[in-house]
């Protein structure tokens, strides 16, 4: 990795606990975010900046999305969806936690819902009304036990433990 016009050694960048990292890079930006056990960094062309360094150990990071309106969304294995808002000066603030389901897995954008996968379905959370609409069996899943959600096409492409299902958006 190269920041300030410097190479920077892997231990330098993340000397924190980064097991199980993962790398998000929102379309058409420079920045990545970069996920890990209990650290959340954002790593730009000119810096390194630890979003949350304290993170508790129960803290896995296990999905994050940035959304058009400077929002940045983390699920959280143990406790949900948590949410920071970037202000002007490029910090990000904590804004708290919008919680579908105490084990969130997998999180994805699709039309203007953000979309997360549980073992106990499949939810749909609306940041203009703030609610969350279930789905599972009943609503056409294969199973309610959700590992993996991609948007392709106008769809929402469900990854269950029992296979896939595919779902309009």
Known sequence: ???N????EVGEVFAEK?????????????NVWVRGYKCLLLYTKDSIYNLRKDLPD?????????DTDSCLWVLNWHD??????????????????????????????GGKNLWIGTPAGLYCYNSQTEEYTRY??????VS??????KA?????WVGTTSGISVLPL
């Open 152 to 156: 392709f096409r106008g769809d929402l």
């Open 1 to 3: 990795l190269n920041a």
């Open 18 to 30: 980064v097991d199980h990292a993962t790398f998000y890079r929102k379309p058409g930006d420079e």
């Open 58 to 66: 129960r803290f896995y990071i296990s999905g994050i999305h940035e």
């Open 80 to 109: 949900g969806l948590h949410i920071w808002k970037k202000q002007s000066d490029g910090q990000y603030i904590y804004q708290g936690r919008k919680v579908p389901q105490k084990e969130g897995i997998t999180l994805e954008m």
């Open 136 to 141: 599972g069996l009943a609503d056409g899943l």
């Open 5 to 8: 016009g410097r190479s920077l």
């Open 144 to 149: 309610d036990d959700v590992i993996a959600l």
